[in-house]
């Protein structure tokens, strides 16, 4: 298109077409939808972490008043896909339980409570094994291994940069240091559910889940069903937060899909906190050890990494958690710094844990956490700023495209200029100087920064391998829009971003583009929304769509008008010739026309206003980028750590919905406070997870979280419409700045951060033991 | 609102079940109902109020609260029993026939929901602050917010709402 488009809607703070309904309390969940005669299933889940299955007695449960069936894996023989480690997990334990919360049996009945009552009377005789919970030792296949037949460790791998060793070796200085990352995990406040609806007449399925990939939902069932891709329908509702783990594909899905095809009746599970704590994917959960070599200026000349990642017991299909983890960490690993050289080591292993899988930001956290720490580490050594080793490491404006030495070739971004504005909104040398005198108060202020790279829009992701996304649009003859999407949003608005790029395309009102998602009978096929892919691919395929639509409008109005198509201009719901505003039609009677009073089109056109785009970045990823700073004061006699102020500086490219992109930030934000400060799944020696409450595994509160400031840099990417995706900067930098800032506040004792969350009660350990040698020394 | 029991036609009693009366919203409901329900699920699913959700019933995350006579409460920590004869009111209740309610356009104004599933508990916590007469300031709305969960926001678009919508009530 060669005129010049005047967005009227992308780039501005349009309220949300989506908030009404759910304001009012009336937008529908999955457990919102209630049809006659459901069922609901309960599950019994292993409170083992490891042990055979000697028996199963269900003879009890099933005499309990409404219950239809009890199902073990006898009864529900299907086990997911074992590639391509060759461990599947079954849907229902097989033989053997491999993690706490594993499901062994389900019982179906008339409500959940009875369903409730019935599990609590099935009799299972264990065989207890000795569990496998620490990853080093998983390495060694001790005490054992957790599938039989296959070691423990399940992918080694590694990368060496040409020259690493010469590089390292002749470099002045080294330094060592080993990172922990506790298991964590996404939390939506919506558990994860599903309802099957069968038809007896077509033997047709229709499963409403809250799922952020709802065609991957729908060929995965297909798939291990042996049903026909079309006879399933997948319908994902309004979903209550995905954050990753409702990407995944979950045996309960199968369970509850075949035990409504095999009834003949609705048959819905909707898990409780318990189950999902335990059995929602996993995150994080893997250990780095870093060495480091610079040179007296502060400039890091080579990193090495060796990583040790725990996947749990199982892989899900298709995103085995711990590879995920360790491959953005690592690829990752020198961020937004010119770090020539890397040597990175991998190795995963099966434990008994439950399966590892995506949360917000993936690696992304660890890595960014793991590259900081380590500039905050050189600075340390160097006595030099923090902030100075900074910028003498930062990749510059003139160095794009960056190529980084895990062959990512990063996209312009603005790197430097991010740092040097968040610096500038806390005043950082007025910062340093009180800081000074705080500390001889007796005050603990700490600064952390993270200066952070998100890849975002990748080929492939949690959401699958599929590089595009599409978007049909059929404009009514109304002159209203219907668009259908296959992304998967949980709460990112894209009911509102797509439509303001499809009614700037068409010069029409953005509150007249509905658009819809989330069922396969409606929607093109996608990939759904993982990886900050729907924002750049889906917002691609947007505006592809919203082009083509306009061709044919333009076309249409030039015919009508008697003009030529280039004079022609769609803006504030009618076309007109430039110049000319006199001579013009609206866009609703272009749309009638066009289906209901054909004669008066051009010849040659067909009738109707429809099209189907899809769109694929020219990249293999774009990169967004920013600065987080955070400034913590830390209470060295409870440990207890609280966040004093939060800015963000960010570049996403071209913002679609600036308040959008800020309520992703402070989300993001928000669970990066948790992830450094709160959030741990512990697990006990024996494999028990002690966690099983939001008693236990604490998410940060509005008192928790503090006031943010959030600026915005746009630094266009290649992509249609210069988006980059942003969903998961904010977590990636959080825990990072975070940690540095409790480092840094705590540096008159020698503290430096390696292990998160940080829990009160180390520091008070570290303070403690610093006072102490302080004392002897 | 003048509607009494007994223009409700009486609900056969299931074995194990108890008989109450629950005022909802202005209504009252004349259910059967075994004594272990929990409000949350009696709302939900016995008299089809969705707007109000379970997060955890763990008493935790407030996505479950309503108004008990007025204060909030946490629908999954009672039982619908105890609730007899109580005045209840859920997301629903708060809602205008059409439109929004000042709170709620204020929570669309400054785009305090993404997910929308905490909102609804949201919406009631943040209603009762407002009608409490009490000094609404970002650390009383913190406060008042912080037994009410949401992973989605972190918060500050939501304080920033209930904060205007506070100064547009003093209007
Ligand atoms: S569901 Fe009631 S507090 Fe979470
Ligand atoms: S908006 Fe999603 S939990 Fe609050």
New binding site residues.
């Given amino acids: 298109m060669s005129e010049v488009l005047k967005p009227q809607f992308t780039g501005a703070r349009v309220t949300r077409l989506e908030d009404a309904r759910l304001l009012r309390g009336q937008a529908r969940y999955v457990d919102d939808f209630e049809y006659p005669g459901t069922l609901e299933v309960a599950f019994l889940r292993s409170n083992r972490a490891a042990a055979r299955i000697q028996s199963v007695d269900v003879t009890e449960a099933l005499a309990v008043p409404g219950v239809k069936a009890v199902w073990t894996f006898a009864d529900c023989p299907i086990t997911l896909p074992d590639r391509p480690f060759q461990v599947g997990q079954p849907v229902l334990a097989r033989d053997e339980v491999r993690f706490v919360g594993e499901p062994v049996a389900a019982v179906i009945a008339d409500s959940r409570y009875r369903a409730e009552d019935a599990v609590e009377k099935i009799r299972v005789q264990y065989e207890p094994l000795p569990a496998v919970v620490d990853s080093r030792a998983a390495l060694a296949d001790q005490p054992r291994r957790v599938h039989e037949h296959r070691p423990n460790r399940f992918l080694h791998k590694t990368h060496v940069t040409d020259g690493f060793n010469e590089a390292f070796q002749s470099a002045p200085h080294h330094l060592e240091l080993t990172f922990r990352w506790n298991r964590q995990t996404g939390v939506t406040m919506e558990t994860r559910g599903c309802l099957a609806l069968p038809d007896p007449v077509s033997g047709r399925l229709t499963v409403y889940a809250g799922h952020q990939s709802p065609h991957g939902l729908r060929g995965m069932l297909a798939r291990l069903l042996k049903l026909p891709e079309h006879q399933v329908r997948v319908v994902v509702p309004e979903v209550g937060g995905g954050f990753g783990i409702k990407a995944m594909f979950y045996p309960e899905y199968v369970v509850v899909a075949e035990a409504a095809r095999r009834l003949g009746r609705p048959v819905k599970w909707i898990g409780d906190r318990m189950e999902s704590l335990l059995a929602d994917a996993h995150a994080r959960d893997a250990i780095h050890e870093v060495a480091v070599a610079y040179d007296d200026e502060g400039r890091i000349l080579a990193v090495r990494d060796h990583v040790i990642g725990d996947t749990g017991a199982y892989a899900f299909p298709g995103f085995p958690g711990a590879v995920g983890e360790a491959n953005w960490a690592t690829e990752m690993l020198t961020g937004p710094y010119k770090i020539p050289h890397v040597s990175i080591e991998i190795e995963c292993v099966f434990s008994n844990k439950a399966p590892l899988g995506p949360y917000r930001g993936v690696g992304g956290p660890i890595g960014a956490q793991v590259q900081e720490a380590i500039v905050d580490a050189v600075a340390r050594a160097l006595g030099k700023d923090p902030v100075e080793v900074r910028r003498a490491n930062l990749i510059g404006p003139e160095d794009f495209p960056y190529h980084t030495p895990t062959g990512k070739v990063y996209d312009p971004g603005s790197y430097g200029e991010s740092l040097e504005r968040a610096l500038a909104l806390v005043d950082y040398e007025r910062f340093r100087k009180d800081q000074e005198q705080w500390r001889a108060q007796g005050r603990y202020v700490g600064l952390g920064l993270c200066v952070f790279v998100e890849p975002s829009a990748m080929a492939e992701s949690e959401a699958g391998s599929i590089p595009y996304e599409a978007v049909t649009l059929r404009m009514e003859p109304s002159g209203v829009v219907t668009a259908a999407v296959g992304t998967g949003p949980t709460g990112q608005g894209h009911e509102t971003t797509f439509a303001q790029l499809i009614a700037d395309q068409l010069g029409i009102d953005v509150k007249d583009v509905v658009v819809l998602h989330g069922d396969t009978d409606s929607a093109p096929f996608g990939g759904g929304t993982g990886g900050s892919r729907s924002g750049t691919i889906g917002g691609g395929a947007a505006i592809r769509a919203g082009q083509a639509l306009r061709r044919k409008l333009t076309q249409l109005a030039a015919h009508l008008l008697e003009a030529a198509e280039e004079d022609i201009r769609l803006e504030a719901g009618k076309a007109f010739v430039a110049g000319v505003p006199a001579r013009s039609i609206t866009i609703r009677d272009l749309a009638r026309t066009a289906y209901t009073d054909v004669a008066r089109l051009p010849e040659g056109m067909q009738p109707g206003l429809e099209v189907v785009a899809r769109y694929q970045p020219p990249g293999a990823a774009t990169y967004s980028n920013g600065t987080h700073l955070a400034v913590v004061e830390v209470d060295v006699e409870t440990g207890f750590v609280k966040v004093l102020d939060y800015v963000v500086v960010n570049d996403c490219g071209v913002l679609v919905n600036p308040m959008i992109v800020e309520g992703q930030i402070h989300g993001g934000v928000a669970q990066g406070i948790g992830s450094a400060l709160l959030e741990e799944l512990r697990y006990d020696e024996n494999g028990q997870l002690t966690t099983t409450s939001l008693m236990d595994y604490l998410l940060p509160t509005a008192e928790d979280v503090p006031r943010m400031r959030v600026e915005h840099i746009q630094t266009p990417s290649a992509s249609e419409g210069g988006i980059k995706g942003m969903g998961e900067g904010s977590l990636i930098a959080a825990p990072g700045a975070i940690a540095a800032a409790v480092s840094d506040a705590l540096a008159p004792f020698g503290v430096f951060v390696t292990e998160l969350p940080i829990r009160p009660q180390q520091i008070v350990a570290w303070v403690q033991a610093a006072k102490t040698e302080a004392q002897a020394g | 609102m003048s509607e009494t029991t007994q223009e409700v036609s009486p609900v056969e009693t299931r074995e194990g079940t108890v008989e109450i009366t629950l005022k909802v919203n202005g209504k009252s409901h004349r259910i059967a109902v075994e004594p272990r329900m929990l409000l949350?699920d009696v709302l939900r699913h016995e008299l089809g109020l969705t707007g109000t959700h379970?997060?955890?019933?763990?008493?935790?995350?407030?996505?479950?609260t309503v108004l008990v006579e007025g204060e909030p409460q946490?629908?999954?920590?009672m039982f619908a029993v105890q609730a007899e004869g109580r005045e209840i009111t859920t997301v629903e209740g708060l809602t205008p026939e059409a439109g929004l309610s000042p709170l709620q356009a204020a929570f669309e104004r400054h785009h305090a929901l993404q997910c929308g599933f905490c909102t609804p508990g949201m919406i009631v916590t943040c209603e009762a602050l407002l009608r409490s007469g009490r000094p609404v300031t970002e650390e009383t709305v913190r406060e008042a917010i912080s037994g009410n969960v949401c992973r989605c926001t972190g918060y500050q678009f939501i304080v920033d709402a209930v904060l205007d919508a506070a100064k547009e009530g003093a209007r």
Avoid: F
Wanted: hydrophobic residues 25%; glycine residues 18%; contains cysteine.
């Fill in positions: 949350s379970v997060g955890c019933e763990q008493g935790v995350c407030g996505a479950c946490r629908s999954c920590l």
